[in-house]
């Protein structure tokens, strides 16, 4: 029987980690003052590195780790060549501990620390405890840990490594040299995977880099294991290959959804939506690709200098300028917002595509009939015959998308008020949108909804809309909770207002003092 021999393949990021703090990308000042302290012999004895993920963090804990305990380091920086350099690369110096936080955070985690510190370093340096994702730790880890770290021994380094700060106990960061990691600038990116290219050969348009660098959002660890999953392609990798293989969708369309929607055109979106769903795309990364254009688009708009707008815009910038004058800043913003609220909501909503559709063709259709209004409330009136009863939801339930017809609610406000001034004055205040089948409204004035339901009010409101638009239409009301504070001088208006509407019908002449 034949024995194979089998090559084992190291994935980049571990075969171009860092082995000394030069090599460390996009942290230059971090490393700068490492380096000084480690030579001048001022190293602490407790460190928090934060930051995203990739930007660098566990590798300067393990170079760290390793130079305050090099036999030859100099100038701040490990040799790589003695004994401990060597066995600390190769995971064997039992001084070095690293733990993972995620699945070791209970006390006992931190109490086995406690018993191990009372020996000295094996080697007589230092022992380092490196502690990654140290934010997972239960509170009672953390209060163990805090135990050790108010009085230390000489020889102990602890190194926290967590991508959220917030959740660590500031008793603990109070006790720590902190380090903030930012995200790596896409330039220094794209110059350490053009080193990294031309050592493992690897044949690949510019273009693809720089998408790459792109796609990494700041760190170095994806752009790598980017470059890993693309780099197994025979010939030469396009930047549409990159995009084939990551799901990533192509700026052109992306672009055209966009401008679909700027210059109102639902056909157009709908054909270019389904185009790129057709080629397999995830909603999810549409929705993020939407973001990611609406964000450039808002940069351009806003920044006059024309250098800082390529540096910050890796997009044809003619391209954006046409439709940067099509669309303020407010509209922008206000798509952001509901479309970053359905990425955010997107593990739990089951049809973000029909979702996608009604925030873009309620967007164009508002656009059209200059309907301002930025929210969508729900709450039902169910039909029964001729008359509508109301009552209160909190989930958003829309049937009817295909028809948006136009509406003039402060006229529709008028003829009511014809008959009742003070449900005018409250309802002309209202917000209102007008999606298929239903008007939303939403008042802050807290006696909204039961001023609708006296007196036959709903019904004759949507006797009114139906003479005005010639079509009967379901209506939700809410009075949000966030404006249920209505100022008291205006509700006692709008009472002072419906008394003296109801005496001068009875021929009353009323005086108020």
Same mark, same amino acid.
């Given at each position: 029987?034949?024995?194979?021999?089998?090559?084992?393949?190291?994935?980049?990021?571990?075969?171009? +980690?860092?082995?000394?703090?030069?090599?460390?990308?996009?942290?230059?000042?971090?490393?700068?003052?490492? =380096?000084?302290?480690?030579?001048?012999?001022?190293?602490?004895?407790?460190?928090?590195?934060?930051?995203?993920?990739?930007?660098?963090?566990?590798?300067?804990?393990? /170079?760290?780790?390793?130079?305050?305990?090099? *036999?030859?380091?100099?100038?701040?920086?490990?040799?790589?060549?003695?004994?401990?350099?060597?066995?600390?690369?190769?995971?064997?110096?039992?001084?070095?501990?690293?733990?993972?936080?995620?699945?070791?955070?209970?006390?006992?985690?931190?109490?086995? /620390?406690?018993?191990?510190?009372?020996?000295?370093?094996?080697?007589?340096?230092?022992?380092?405890?490196?502690?990654?994702?140290?934010? =997972?730790?239960?509170?009672?880890?953390?209060?163990?840990?805090? !135990? /050790?770290?108010?009085?230390?021994?000489?020889? @102990?380094?602890?190194?926290?490594?967590?991508?959220?700060?917030?959740?660590?106990?500031?008793?603990?960061?109070?006790?720590?040299?902190?380090?903030?990691?930012?995200?790596?600038?896409?330039?220094?990116?794209?110059?350490?995977?053009?080193?990294?290219?031309?050592?493992?050969?690897?044949?690949?348009?510019?273009?693809?880099?720089?998408?790459?660098? +792109?796609?990494?959002?700041?760190? =170095?660890?994806?752009?790598?294991?980017?470059?890993?999953?693309?780099?197994?392609?025979?010939?030469?990798?396009?930047?549409?290959? @990159?995009?084939?293989?990551?799901?990533?969708?192509?700026?052109?369309?992306?672009?055209?959804?966009?401008?679909?929607?700027?210059?109102?055109?639902?056909?157009?979106?709908?054909?270019?939506?389904?185009?790129?769903?057709?080629?397999?795309?995830?909603?999810? +990364?549409?929705?993020?690709?939407?973001?990611?254009?609406?964000?450039?688009?808002?940069?351009?708009?806003?920044?006059?200098?024309?250098?800082?707008?390529?540096?910050? @815009?890796?997009?044809?910038?003619?391209?954006?300028?046409?439709?940067?004058?099509?669309?303020?800043?407010?509209?922008?913003?206000?798509?952001?917002?509901?479309?970053?609220?359905?990425?955010?909501?997107?593990?739990?909503?089951?049809?973000?595509?029909?979702?996608?559709?009604?925030?873009?063709?309620?967007?164009?259709?508002?656009?059209?009939?200059? /309907?301002?209004?930025?929210?969508?409330?729900?709450?039902?009136?169910?039909?029964?015959?001729?008359? =509508?009863?109301?009552?209160?939801?909190?989930?958003?339930?829309?049937?009817?998308?295909?028809?948006?017809?136009?509406?003039?609610?402060?006229?529709?406000?008028?003829?009511?008020?014809?008959?009742?001034?003070?449900?005018?004055?409250?309802?002309?205040?209202?917000?209102?949108?007008?999606?298929?089948?239903?008007?939303?409204?939403?008042?802050?004035?807290?006696?909204?909804?039961?001023?609708?339901?006296?007196?036959?009010?709903?019904?004759?409101?949507?006797?009114?809309?139906?003479?005005?638009?010639?079509?009967?239409?379901?209506?939700?009301?809410?009075?949000?909770?966030?404006?249920? +504070?209505?100022? *008291?001088?205006?509700?006692?208006?709008?009472?002072?207002?419906?008394?003296?509407?109801?005496?001068?019908?009875?021929?009353?002449?009323?005086?108020? !003092?």
């Amino acid at each position: 029987m034949k024995i194979g021999v089998y090559k084992v393949y190291l994935a980049l990021y571990r075969k171009y +980690r860092p082995k000394n703090f030069k090599e460390v990308v996009g942290q230059d000042s971090i490393v700068e003052v490492l =380096m000084n302290e480690i030579e001048r012999d001022k190293v602490g004895h407790a460190y928090l590195f934060t930051g995203t993920r990739g930007t660098g963090k566990t590798s300067c804990a393990k /170079i760290l780790a390793k130079t305050v305990n090099c *036999e030859k380091r100099i100038l701040g920086e490990a040799c790589n060549d003695c004994e401990r350099c060597l066995n600390i690369e190769k995971e064997r110096d039992l001084d070095i501990v690293e733990i993972d936080a995620a699945s070791n955070n209970g006390v006992d985690n931190i109490r086995d /620390i406690k018993e191990e510190i009372e020996y000295h370093s094996r080697n007589g340096g230092k022992k380092v405890y490196i502690i990654d994702e140290v934010h =997972m730790l239960s509170i009672g880890a953390f209060n163990a840990l805090l !135990k /050790i770290m108010e009085e230390p021994p000489e020889n @102990i380094l602890f190194i926290l490594a967590t991508t959220e700060e917030h959740k660590v106990p500031i008793t603990i960061k109070s006790r720590c040299e902190r380090f903030e990691f930012k995200r790596i600038n896409e330039k220094d990116i794209i110059l350490k995977l053009e080193e990294i290219i031309k050592q493992e050969k690897i044949d690949i348009e510019e273009e693809g880099i720089e998408l790459i660098s +792109r796609m990494a959002d700041g760190g =170095m660890r994806d752009a790598l294991s980017i470059l890993d999953k693309v780099c197994s392609k025979e010939g030469k990798i396009t930047k549409n290959y @990159i995009e084939d293989i990551c799901g990533i969708i192509d700026d052109e369309d992306i672009e055209s959804l966009v401008k679909s929607v700027i210059v109102k055109d639902i056909e157009k979106y709908i054909e270019i939506k389904e185009d790129i769903l057709l080629k397999g795309k995830d909603i999810d +990364r549409v929705l993020e690709s939407i973001l990611e254009y609406l964000r450039d688009i808002i940069l351009y708009k806003n920044i006059n200098n024309i250098e800082k707008r390529q540096e910050l @815009i890796k997009r044809n910038l003619e391209n954006i300028k046409e439709i940067v004058e099509n669309i303020k800043n407010i509209d922008i913003i206000d798509l952001i917002n509901e479309i970053g609220e359905l990425y955010k909501k997107s593990k739990i909503i089951s049809n973000k595509n029909v979702i996608l559709d009604i925030i873009f063709i309620n967007r164009i259709r508002l656009d059209e009939k200059k /309907i301002k209004n930025d929210n969508i409330y729900s709450v039902d009136l169910k039909k029964s015959s001729d008359k =509508m009863d109301i009552c209160n939801s909190d989930e958003l339930h829309i049937e009817d998308t295909e028809n948006i017809n136009p509406f003039n609610w402060e006229e529709i406000c008028k003829i009511l008020g014809e008959d009742y001034k003070g449900l005018y004055s409250i309802l002309s205040k209202a917000e209102v949108q007008n999606i298929g089948e239903y008007i939303y409204i939403d008042s802050p004035n807290i006696f909204f909804r039961d001023l609708i339901k006296r007196d036959g009010h709903s019904a004759r409101l949507i006797e009114i809309i139906k003479n005005y638009t010639g079509k009967r239409y379901k209506i939700r009301l809410k009075v949000s909770k966030e404006k249920q +504070r209505y100022e *008291e001088d205006k509700i006692e208006q709008d009472l002072v207002e419906n008394i003296i509407d109801k005496a001068n019908k009875l021929g009353i002449q009323v005086e108020i !003092k």
